[in-house]
């Protein structure tokens, strides 16, 4: 169910557990006497893919501008409650892969974006909003229709108009944005993925997958050769590691997205009616566990 939803149903008693309780309705759960938070290490990264064939992210300037528009600091605040950390790279930090080199990582950086755009040709006009040869420099963002992504695209788009970019957000039914990102006539777009491999960046920037799952229509060849290396070039392990960090900061470096934000995996349950542990001796709950509960008569 769609978040409050699910949250009221813990809360009046149709549901004893939330495997996912969404970071900005944590504090909810916790006035409640009856109710409890187990936290654990997330495997989720939410990010702003950026569409590089489509004017104006065709140019890596304005691409990278709009990355490091981003206030991830202010986002884990604002939006998820200091609940997570800020995501700096494409994958979670607890894979090795994602220790790419401190210049590959995209940090916000209000005065490198506003050079970039200045150095691209845009300058800042009225109200605010940059021009170019006399267009605006207006941009579409795609959003899906849960309200943490409504919440999310509303920061993200007074972050790119701190800059100049005026960003029109387009919300789409959950179950209908995927058929959308595959016309690839996408600009900007709040998307999150869950998934503990470094081959998510084959998954999502492959140049065989354009629309979607690639929603940035990234085919660079420098790209594909590193990925064909990385997926299938290595002998051992510590080959794979290495290569696929290669593959990772090379993508970074063409800013086809911009990281957002590593939330936690917390699991909200009625204390009343299950006795859980205080740490879940696993990598995550999913909906396929096998659990030892207790259940309070």
């Not at 210049?103 to 009225?126: F, Q, S, V």
């Not at 695209?153 to 990102?181: H, N, P, W």
């Not at 660079?220 to 794979?240: C, F, I, V």
């Amino acid at each position: 169910a769609e978040d409050s939803t699910a949250l009221m149903e813990l809360k009046t008693g149709g549901v004893d557990m939330l495997l996912s309780a969404p970071a900005d309705l944590i504090p909810e759960v916790q006035k409640e006497a009856n109710l409890a938070v187990l936290m654990m290490p997330g495997q989720d990264v939410w990010y702003m893919p950026i569409n590089v064939t489509k004017a104006p992210f065709d140019d890596i300037r304005v691409r990278e501008a709009a990355a490091k528009a981003i206030n991830q600091e202010e986002i884990l605040a604002s939006v998820f409650g200091g609940i997570g950390s800020v995501a700096d790279t494409f994958l979670i930090s607890a894979l090795p892969e994602s220790h790419v080199s401190d210049g590959a990582k995209i940090r916000y950086d209000p005065a490198r974006a506003n050079a970039l755009l200045d150095e691209a040709g845009w300058k800042m006009g009225d109200g605010g909003i940059r021009a170019k040869d006399g267009a605006p420099l207006k941009v579409s963002l795609w959003s899906q229709s849960d309200s943490i992504f409504r919440r999310l695209s509303e920061v993200i788009q007074a972050q790119l108009k701190a800059i100049g970019i005026d960003a029109e957000i387009t919300t789409f039914d959950s179950s209908m944005i995927r058929d959308q990102y595959k016309t690839g006539n996408q600009q900007l777009a709040v998307r999150s993925y869950n998934w503990d491999n470094a081959d998510i960046v084959d998954w999502f920037f492959g140049g065989d997958r354009l629309g979607y799952p690639n929603v940035s229509m990234f085919n660079d060849p420098k790209a594909e050769e590193l990925r064909a290396k990385a997926m299938s070039g290595s002998k051992n392990m510590e080959e794979r590691v290495a290569h696929f960090t290669t593959y990772h900061e090379y993508v970074l470096s063409q800013f086809p997205m911009a990281p957002i934000y590593q939330p936690v995996q917390a699991v909200a349950y009625n204390k009343d009616r299950l006795v859980m542990p205080e740490k879940i001796d696993a990598p995550g709950i999913g909906t396929v566990a096998i659990l030892d509960m207790e259940v309070k008569e």
